[in-house]
């Protein structure tokens, strides 16, 4: 079912969910975790059983490669970025009409973010309306990169630097990241998160 995160503690990780993890994330108070829809860490179906069913929502994120300087955007490797990414999502049961995130993955400068960044997120955004939007358009970046595509993009997920361009002043985000790479639970059950906090309806889904 489709649903929406209201004013909750969440995370993301590259690491996968398996039982023990799942209870230390329950302990934690933590209510969804974003997990990737593609890699070597990508989200399994077995995990989203765990997780769904240890009622935690999932969020979705797009990270195919490393999308951290200009070189990556490029509106060929957006196309082939969007069309995979909803390919992916239906694969793994997400709900029609929830987010999938993209990722601007560093500070990116005010001629990348109207240039190579803009090509890609064109690209994108032509693919999602050719299927008839099948998903929402997420996007995670700095202040600056949220703040130029704030009416194309309409889920805007604030990165955990705070030295990111626009970062410290921005407002406007649905889901805002911070303490990267933190360490929580033990054992099985240890995992490295960033933790989220959500500002109104971020598209987690179960």
């Known amino acids: 079912m489709k649903e929406g995160i209201l004013m909750a503690l969440?995370?993301?990780?590259?690491?996968?969910?398996?039982?023990?993890?799942?209870?230390?994330?329950?302990?934690?108070?933590?209510?969804?975790?974003?997990?990737?829809?593609?890699?070597?860490?990508?989200?399994?179906?077995?995990?989203?059983?765990?997780?769904?069913?240890?009622?935690?929502?999932?969020?979705?994120?797009?990270?195919?490669?490393?999308?951290?300087?200009?070189?990556?955007?490029?509106?060929?490797?957006?196309?082939?970025?969007?069309?995979?990414?909803?390919?992916?999502?239906?694969?793994?049961?997400?709900?029609?009409?929830?987010?999938?995130?993209?990722?601007?993955?560093?500070?990116?400068?005010?001629?990348?973010?109207?240039?190579?960044i803009k090509n890609y997120l064109q690209a994108v955004k032509a693919v999602f309306a050719t299927q008839n939007y099948p998903y929402e358009l997420g996007l995670y970046g700095s202040g600056a990169v949220l703040s130029y595509y704030q009416n194309t993009f309409t889920y805007p997920w604030l990165a955990g630097s705070t030295g990111w361009s626009g970062s410290k002043t921005y407002t406007g985000y649905v889901l805002k990241q911070y303490a990267n790479n933190t360490s929580i639970g033990s054992g099985t059950g240890q995992i490295t998160i960033d933790k989220d906090d959500s500002n109104g309806a971020a598209g987690g889904w179960k």
């Open 10 to 116: 969440g995370c993301d990780t590259a690491t996968a969910i398996n039982a023990a993890r799942l209870q230390t994330l329950v302990n934690g108070g933590y209510t969804f975790v974003g997990r990737y829809l593609a890699g070597s860490y990508a989200l399994t179906a077995s995990e989203k059983s765990i997780i769904t069913g240890g009622g935690l929502f999932i969020v979705s994120i797009w990270e195919k490669g490393s999308p951290t300087s200009s070189s990556y955007f490029t509106a060929a490797k957006g196309t082939s970025d969007a069309t995979d990414a909803i390919a992916a999502a239906k694969a793994i049961g997400q709900p029609l009409g929830t987010p999938i995130y993209f990722t601007v993955d560093y500070d990116a400068s005010t001629s990348d973010i109207t240039g190579p």
